[in-house]
């Protein structure tokens, strides 16, 4: 449907526009015309709900490298419409919120380019049907993302983080385009749902389990699943709307998109359920305790946000079970983990949207994020308390907000997966819903320090620079209104069920889909003896216990094999990466143009030279060679003469007039084998090259005999006389080779298909456009680098403002 590929692009034209418009308006009010962006696509996407509630799906193709089976396809179905209102609902609100954050000395227009452009490039994520499309837009979302995070790039922290995301999901997006190719291999497509139709016949394969884990790595690094979670918490260097952004509802969720997307092509594997599983129920236990031990209140939410991330795939990893022996009434039941995948996605981005817009007003008003510094602001920050307790609380799992809804069935979720004997589980099943209920306790802890740190306890003020005081109205209104949703939906959660998540629920289950059972009504009460309830409280008993004695317990962060951390491993191999690339360049890069020569001309020995006596295909046959006339003999001499003179001429003009006669006697040959345009051609080339020599050598020193050293001029000899037997060979045998076949055949229906009739501006036109585009492409990208580099210089007398 043509509405969904014009939704994507909106927020690219939109970014366009915005530099004109930050010229003449106010910058605040940039913001405002930001706003009706995603609102309008909020409202566009809205109306789809009843449509695609009811099962309808729509799909779009406009096309692009139609014969490679490329081509620009959006596809609108349950799954996809989540994910769609979550990037355009939120981001409403973050940037309605961004509106009073940012000073107005800040770049505004720059800001608001870079937010556009993550947003398209999201939206391109999760309705792109074509894999290589579908590609394109994730990695649109880490350069974009990467631009986000340095915003403040001043200061090396940002540039810090800003690198290192990038570095770590863009390796992962590379894997996962192996991944995709290797799809494409066993299907034939590039088409997402031709994949899930046909990928049952393909299960065997041996490329299958690689494409498997190529894709999984690329979800993992995106969705920051141990051990690639360490640039989360360095991305928090982005301003606080950036950070709600990526968070709660975008970049982070790509990953967990990817696998929902992804488990009908390998869902029902065991390989696919132990790793997503396993991998997110670890990252859920890594993320919550490292949370608590965080003094910084958006360090605390980074890790939260790894530990939410890693429930919401393990149960992805449990629900994929299901698809292991079909529709059934054994297999529904784990259908629910991926039920309760889907809702507590949509709760988290609520809560946790809410919790970081909070702890930007903290850092807004009070000029710190330091939880040894607050203390006692309740009574200063009435509204902002409200709205962290509700966010708190909702991410602990109490009633009555939507995150206690959503913990519940995910305790449900792990105990049935005790009763999971499809794939060997046996006793190791029980360790799920014991790790769940561990991390649940120190998500518990986590949530209360940020409530009670923060607004309740003691006041301050001596630690504080600045007098605390209640956010202007305009900050409070983006996290109110998630505040409401997060209890709104603790009260309604069906008609989240029924009409955004059951067509969910039909995209990753396509064989289930209008099975009984696959979409359960939500309840808040099931009674006292409901396992899942007598589980949160025990985790509201341990983890008070274990709040009010953190002080006791904390020294076990402490312990040597904690401090070991994965940053030091990423720094360390950084380090010596540079290093090592450092001493590289050093090693070849001499800066003496024979050094170059020698590099160039010993591959190419090597590489041809070695493929002759490795093969021994190069074969001699001059029984088709022309006959060679004496004019022809006579040239051939002239120019071998002139050659070896230049070895011996002991000044400038001399080598000059030598190498002229060299080019002047190949003129003579394209003249001899009739090819008028290539003689006046290089006729031409040779007078300019011998007038500019001439010009230029007027003004060096007089030649004079370099002093050679024996062993460089034997390497010479040994380069020259090499090289020269290759291409005489090569020469020779052009006749008798059989290695390869003629690339001739390539062009020859070079007029029906590219309408050129010379074959050369048909090459450099036609068949090397792409080539020539993308150096193009390399030489606009320079050019800005050199503006750039030019225009922001900093001016004399100016200070330097890097490295804050």
Not at 346 to 368: P, R
Not at 400 to 427: C, H, Q, W, Y
Not at 558 to 587: C, M
Not at 703 to 727: C, F, M, Q, R
Request: charged letters at 10%; aromatic letters at 14%.
């Amino acid at each position: 449907m043509l509405t969904i590929t014009i939704a994507i692009l909106i927020p690219f034209l939109a970014a366009i526009l915005v530099p004109f418009i930050y010229k003449r308006v106010p910058s605040r009010n940039v913001g405002w015309f930001v706003l009706l962006v995603p609102l309008a696509l909020f409202i566009v996407l809205a109306r789809f709900i009843p449509a695609v509630s009811s099962g309808e799906t729509y799909i779009h193709t406009i096309k692009w490298i139609d014969s490679a089976g490329i081509n620009f396809t959006t596809y609108l179905d349950g799954l996809s419409m989540i994910f769609g209102l979550l990037i355009t609902g939120v981001g409403s609100l973050v940037i309605l919120y961004s509106i009073y954050y940012l000073s107005e000395r800040e770049a505004l227009g720059r800001f608001y380019v870079y937010l556009l452009m993550f947003m398209g490039s999201m939206l391109g994520v999760i309705f792109s049907d074509n894999l290589m499309v579908l590609y394109v837009f994730w990695e649109l979302t880490s350069i974009s993302s990467f631009l986000l995070i340095a915003f403040w790039y001043h200061r090396k922290k940002s540039r810090y983080g800003a690198q290192k995301s990038m570095l770590i999901t863009v390796s992962g997006g590379v894997a996962m385009l192996a991944g995709f190719i290797m799809l494409h291999t066993l299907t034939g497509s590039f088409s997402v749902r031709e994949i899930i139709s046909t990928i049952g016949q393909y299960t065997g394969e041996s490329l299958f389990l690689l494409a498997m884990l190529l894709v999984l790595l690329g979800a993992f690094t995106k969705s920051a699943q141990f051990p690639f979670h360490i640039w989360l918490p360095d991305a928090m260097e982005a301003p606080t709307p950036v950070s709600a952004y990526l968070h709660s509802a975008t970049m982070v969720k790509a990953g967990i998109y990817l696998v929902a997307r992804f488990t009908p092509v390998f869902g029902g594997e065991a390989i696919w359920f132990y790793t997503v599983s396993c991998v997110g129920i670890f990252t859920l236990f890594w993320g919550s305790f490292n949370a608590v031990r965080q003094t910084d209140l958006k360090a605390l939410l980074a890790y939260s946000t790894i530990s939410q991330l890693g429930l919401i795939m393990s149960l992805f990893g449990l629900g994929s079970a299901a698809l292991n022996e079909g529709y059934s009434a054994d297999s529904v039941i784990y259908t629910q983990a991926t039920f309760a995948a889907l809702f507590h996605l949509i709760n988290h981005s609520t809560f946790k949207g809410a919790l970081f817009m909070v702890v930007g007003i903290v850092d807004h008003e009070l000029g710190t994020r330091d939880i040894r510094r607050l203390g006692g602001l309740m009574s200063f920050m009435p509204v902002t308390f409200t709205i962290a307790l509700i966010g708190s609380f909702s991410m602990a799992g109490l009633p009555p907000f939507n995150g206690f809804l959503s913990k519940e069935m995910f305790f449900e979720s792990m105990l049935n997966v005790r009763n999971l004997d499809i794939f060997a589980m046996g006793t190791w099943g029980t360790l799920f819903p014991v790790v769940a209920w561990i991390a649940s306790v120190l998500t518990f802890v986590y949530s209360m320090i940020i409530v009670f740190k923060t607004f309740l306890g003691q006041h301050q003020p001596a630690r504080l620079d600045r007098v605390p005081h209640e956010a202007p109205v305009g900050m409070l209104i983006a996290p109110s209104i998630l505040a409401v949703f997060v209890i709104g939906i603790f009260f309604f959660p069906n008609v989240i069920g029924n009409y955004i998540l059951r067509p969910a629920m039909a995209a990753i289950y396509p064989p289930f889909e209008g099975a009984e059972g696959l979409v359960p009504y939500i309840v808040a009460w099931h009674g006292f003896n409901y396992m899942p309830l007598l589980l949160t409280i025990g985790v509201v008993i341990v983890g008070g216990g274990l709040y009010l004695f953190l002080r006791y317990w904390r020294s076990v962060y402490e312990i040597a094999p904690f401090s070991w951390t994965l940053d030091r491993l990423y720094n360390g191999i950084l380090v010596q990466a540079e290093k090592g690339s450092s001493h590289l360049t050093r090693f070849y890069m001499t800066g003496y143009l024979r050094d170059y020569l020698v590099y160039i001309f010993a591959f190419f020995i090597l590489a041809v030279g070695g493929s002759m006596f490795v093969t021994g295909t190069y074969l001699f046959d001059l029984s088709g060679d022309a006959p060679i006339t004496i004019n022809e003999y006579i040239f051939v001499f002239v120019m071998m003469g002139a050659g070896i003179a230049i070895i011996f001429a002991k000044s400038r003009m001399t080598a000059i007039i030598l190498n002229g006669v060299l080019g002047y006697s190949i003129a003579i040959f394209f003249v001899v084998f009739r090819a008028p345009d290539l003689a006046l051609t290089q006729i031409i080339v040779e007078t300019v090259t011998t007038a500019l020599f001439l010009l230029c050598f007027r003004f060096l020193p007089e030649w004079k005999k370099e002093k050679t050293a024996p062993s460089t001029k034997v390497i010479n000899a040994i380069i020259a006389i090499s090289v020269g037997t290759i291409v005489t060979i090569l020469a020779l045998t052009v006749q008798g080779n059989k290695m390869f076949e003629s690339i001739s055949v390539y062009f020859e229906d070079a007029y029906e298909l590219a309408g050129g009739k010379n074959i050369v501006n048909t090459i450099l036109g036609d068949f090397r456009a792409f080539d020539t585009m993308l150096e193009v492409v390399v030489l606009f990208i320079a050019g800005i680098g050199v503006y750039t580099l030019i225009k922001l210089k900093a001016r004399k007398g100016e200070k330097d403002v890097e490295d804050q």
